[in-house]
């Protein structure tokens, strides 16, 4: 027995020796589009004060602008996945891509309310199915053991686009002007779309930078593939698992895009920060919500070498739940008891970082629960994450405007109790029904 286990371990560290890795690199490349995408998100965010400026815009025209990106976002994430499943993650990624960055570049373009609404709701409908394309992609080219490092590369470029976004964009806004900031990202991602069209087969096994070995190891433990089909989406709406993720999704992102869409006005507006300091002050939320999603995808794959459903179940959902609660109570203690920027973004910080826990607990879930039909249910999650993006501007925007920035953030950590609820009912080690292999 004992040398069995031997020649057995010799054998798998000979295959590793062999590999040609390109996964990875497709992983960096993962990380490289949702950086590029989250840092497109929170430019207008950061150019917010400037733009108020200049077009004589209040909180809640901002809010609307804010809003119709997401409209757009949202009504994509459904479709989005399902054109991945069709087409493929490679032809609808490059071409959502290139959609993306044709309208973020026209953003530079706007002239009023109406141009720029609609500017962003098209870049928003362009962007939908990116993030389906990229967790297909999760599913097709890593090992069942390595989904949580695979997530975390998308998670990871979404979270370091804010921490580089708001001094990147107040860098060109001063050299530039706001315009020209929207215009070089634009042209950054037409090369993306390129470069993903180019490296990003559907099949690890049709890459010419695959070889046998790593082809083998990626589909270790899979069985193997049938043509495509579309989702059961009528078993899926009858399970309060598909419900549950959503809904629970929906919480977790709101909160983001609170942040994402009003860290920076408040920081200029309540501590008096200027656009320099903002744009370093605003950063650190962001680089501890990136540092706690690293940290969580490794202790992610960790747990899943277990055969136990049940304690990954356990370990994954208690682990969402401690992160959602730790993040409410960090943006209330912001909220109500600290004094000071440094105070302030420390709390902030603490609570942004938490919800990394949360948020990669849902990405490396969604792939356990939707199998094959990973596309698909990514994109019923990012629907709801992202109908929380079309509230969280416009939401704030009100409770701002009426009652002051302390209580839009105290009723914000509220709703993280919504979320503890629904991840009771998640169930991350049991995959839906009509999604097994």
């Given at each position: 027995?004992?040398?069995?286990?031997?020649?057995?371990?010799?054998?798998?560290?000979?295959?590793?020796?062999?590999?040609?890795?390109?996964?990875?690199?497709?992983?960096?490349?993962?990380?490289?589009?949702?950086?590029?995408?989250?840092?497109?998100?929170?430019?207008?965010?950061?150019?917010?004060?400037?733009?108020?400026?200049?077009?004589?815009?209040?909180?809640?025209?901002?809010?609307?602008?804010?809003?119709?990106?997401?409209?757009?976002?949202?009504?994509?994430?459904?479709?989005?996945?399902?054109?991945?499943?069709?087409?493929?993650?490679?032809?609808?990624?490059?071409?959502?891509?290139?959609?993306?960055?044709?309208?973020?570049?026209?953003?530079?373009?706007?002239?009023?309310?109406?141009?720029?609404?609609?500017?962003?709701?098209?870049?928003?409908?362009?962007?939908?199915?990116?993030?389906?394309?990229?967790?297909?992609?999760?599913?097709?080219?890593?090992?069942?053991?390595?989904?949580?490092?695979?997530?975390?590369?998308?998670?990871?470029?979404?979270?370091?686009?804010?921490?580089?976004?708001?001094?990147?964009?107040?860098?060109?806004?001063?050299?530039?002007?706001?315009?020209?900031?929207?215009?070089?990202?634009?042209?950054?991602?037409?090369?993306?779309?390129?470069?993903?069209?180019?490296?990003?087969?559907?099949?690890?096994?049709d890459s010419p930078y695959v070889n046998?070995?790593?082809?083998?190891?990626?589909?270790?433990?899979?069985?193997?593939?049938?043509?495509?089909?579309?989702?059961?989406?009528?078993?899926?709406?009858?399970?309060?698992?598909?419900?549950?993720?959503?809904?629970?999704?929906?919480?977790?992102?709101?909160?983001?895009?609170?942040?994402?869409?009003?860290?920076?006005?408040?920081?200029?507006?309540?501590?008096?920060?200027?656009?320099?300091?903002?744009?370093?002050?605003?950063?650190?939320?962001?680089?501890?919500?990136?540092?706690?999603?690293?940290?969580?995808?490794?202790?992610?794959?960790?747990?899943?070498?277990?055969?136990d459903s049940n304690r990954q179940y356990?370990?994954?959902?208690?682990?969402?739940?401690?992160?959602?609660?730790?993040?409410?109570?960090?943006?209330?203690?912001?909220?109500?008891?600290?004094?000071?920027?440094?105070?302030?973004?420390?709390?902030?910080?603490?609570?942004?970082?938490?919800?990394?826990?949360?948020?990669?607990?849902?990405?490396?879930?969604?792939?356990?629960?939707?199998?094959?039909?990973?596309?698909?249910?990514?994109?019923?999650?990012?629907?709801?994450?992202?109908?929380?993006?079309?509230?969280?501007?416009?939401?704030?925007?009100?409770?701002?405007?009426?009652?002051?920035?302390?209580?839009?953030?105290?009723?914000?950590?509220?709703?993280?109790?919504?979320?503890?609820?629904?991840?009771?009912?998640?169930?991350?080690?049991?995959?839906?029904?009509?999604?097994?292999?």
């Amino acid at each position: 027995m004992l040398m069995e286990k031997t020649i057995s371990a010799a054998v798998s560290q000979a295959k590793q020796r062999t590999m040609t890795n390109f996964r990875w690199k497709i992983a960096f490349l993962i990380f490289l589009i949702s950086f590029v995408a989250y840092m497109d998100r929170v430019n207008l965010s950061v150019a917010t004060p400037v733009i108020m400026q200049e077009f004589g815009f209040t909180k809640m025209d901002m809010g609307f602008l804010q809003t119709c990106f997401f409209a757009g976002y949202a009504l994509m994430q459904v479709p989005g996945g399902m054109l991945a499943e069709k087409f493929g993650l490679r032809k609808t990624g490059a071409g959502a891509i290139l959609w993306w960055s044709g309208f973020t570049a026209l953003t530079a373009f706007a002239q009023g309310k109406l141009s720029f609404a609609a500017v962003r709701l098209a870049f928003g409908l362009g962007e939908g199915p990116v993030f389906p394309s990229l967790g297909q992609a999760t599913f097709n080219w890593f090992n069942k053991d390595e989904k949580g490092k695979a997530s975390s590369a998308i998670l990871l470029g979404t979270f370091f686009g804010p921490v580089v976004g708001p001094m990147v964009t107040v860098a060109l806004m001063a050299a530039l002007g706001w315009n020209a900031v929207f215009i070089i990202f634009g042209l950054v991602g037409c090369v993306l779309a390129w470069v993903w069209h180019r490296y990003a087969c559907d099949d690890p096994k049709d890459s010419p930078y695959v070889n046998a070995e790593e082809a083998a190891y990626i589909n270790e433990g899979r069985a193997a593939a049938s043509e495509k089909k579309t989702a059961p989406w009528s078993r899926f709406l009858r399970s309060p698992q598909f419900w549950a993720v959503g809904i629970q999704f929906f919480i977790v992102d709101y909160i983001m895009y609170v942040f994402l869409a009003w860290l920076p006005l408040y920081l200029t507006e309540v501590h008096g920060l200027s656009l320099k300091s903002m744009g370093i002050w605003a950063s650190f939320p962001w680089i501890a919500l990136m540092a706690m999603v690293f940290v969580a995808g490794f202790i992610s794959d960790r747990m899943a070498h277990s055969k136990d459903s049940n304690r990954q179940y356990t370990m994954r959902t208690l682990t969402a739940i401690a992160g959602v609660a730790v993040t409410s109570l960090g943006l209330f203690v912001a909220a109500n008891t600290a004094s000071g920027a440094a105070e302030t973004i420390f709390w902030m910080s603490v609570s942004l970082g938490a919800l990394g826990f949360s948020m990669s607990a849902s990405w490396s879930t969604v792939i356990s629960l939707g199998g094959k039909y990973t596309g698909s249910v990514s994109g019923w999650m990012n629907l709801w994450g992202n109908i929380g993006g079309v509230l969280a501007p416009i939401v704030t925007a009100f409770f701002v405007t009426n009652y002051g920035w302390n209580n839009a953030f105290t009723y914000t950590a509220l709703f993280g109790v919504v979320a503890i609820v629904a991840w009771i009912f998640v169930k991350p080690g049991k995959q839906l029904a009509g999604t097994e292999d």
